[in-house]
């Protein structure tokens, strides 16, 4: 059974900075491309970052330059560096595969206040 638990998300000024962890209990996770989501209040999900099974990765425009997605295949583990975030970073931030397995974490919030 596919399970997605991810940590790290707080609350933090803008130009601040987050790591986001991503434990998948994901049979044979290595060879699946992985992605960071977010969803803020009255909006749909999105997939804000992706990382391929060969390590190149893809960013939306709206966070290009500040935010880092990578993965370690052996801890089964994707994470998210978010630098110099800005209040529309203020989401609920998933982790699931890329394209998606159907089957979601309960989330981290993030939010982004002076």
């Known amino acids: 059974q596919v399970q997605l638990v991810e940590s790290g998300g707080g609350l933090v000024q803008p130009g601040g900075s987050l790591r986001l962890s991503c434990a998948a209990s994901i049979i044979m996770f290595r060879i699946y491309a992985m992605g960071w989501y977010r969803q803020a209040p009255g909006k749909q999900r999105e997939l804000v970052a992706r990382?391929?099974?060969?390590?190149?990765?893809n960013y939306v425009d709206s966070v290009k330059g500040r935010f880092t997605i990578s993965r370690d295949n052996v801890k089964r583990t994707v994470y998210l560096q978010m630098n110099s975030l800005k209040p529309e970073d203020t989401a609920v931030y998933y982790c699931n595969s890329a394209p998606d397995l159907g089957i979601w974490g309960q989330g981290t919030q993030v939010t982004v206040s002076p």
């Open positions: 990382i391929s099974s060969d390590g190149s990765t």
